[in-house]
Nanobody
Framework: EVQLVESGGGLVQAGGSLRLSCVVS????????VGWFRQAPGKEREGISC????????FSADSVKGRFTISSDNAKNTVYLQMNNLKPEDTAVYYC????????????????????????WGKGTLVTVSA
């Protein structure tokens, strides 16, 4: 059973930084992708960063490029989202998601995952940025 557990959310002032962590378990190979998504109150879910574990490739949305960085520590089965220069509009529940790429019938790119979502989801962690 695939499980994703996020941590690291909290309250931070504008301009500050936070690092979110997502511990991933249950995949039988490293051919999977992990993404970070967020949903602000009253808004649609937004895909922000995605990483392929096997390829070590990443992709981030324009809205966070230059401020957010996704990375992984494969020995710890953990994917991180380093968030710098946070803004009040970054306030949202942040979700970690993943998908087993070896089971995909069609080849899906990292931007595809950010746009359409992934198969497995964590419960989310709240990030609040005060002005």
């Amino acid at each position: 059973e695939v499980q994703l557990v996020e941590s690291g959310g909290g309250l931070v002032q504008a301009g500050g930084s936070l690092r979110l962590s997502c511990v991933v378990s249950g995949f039988t190979s490293n051919d999977y992708a992990v993404g970070w998504f967020r949903q602000a109150p009253g808004k649609e879910r937004e895909g922000i960063s995605c990483l392929s574990i096997s390829e070590s490739s990443t992709f981030s949305a324009d809205s966070v490029k230059g401020r957010f960085t996704i990375s992984s520590d494969n020995a710890k089965n953990t994917v991180y989202l380093q968030m710098n220069n946070l803004k009040p509009e970054d306030t949202a529940v942040y979700y970690c998601a993943a998908e087993d790429r070896s089971r995909d019938i069609l080849i899906k790119t990292l931007p595809y995952y950010l746009k359409f979502g992934m198969n497995y989801w964590g419960k989310g962690t709240l990030v609040t940025v005060s002005a």
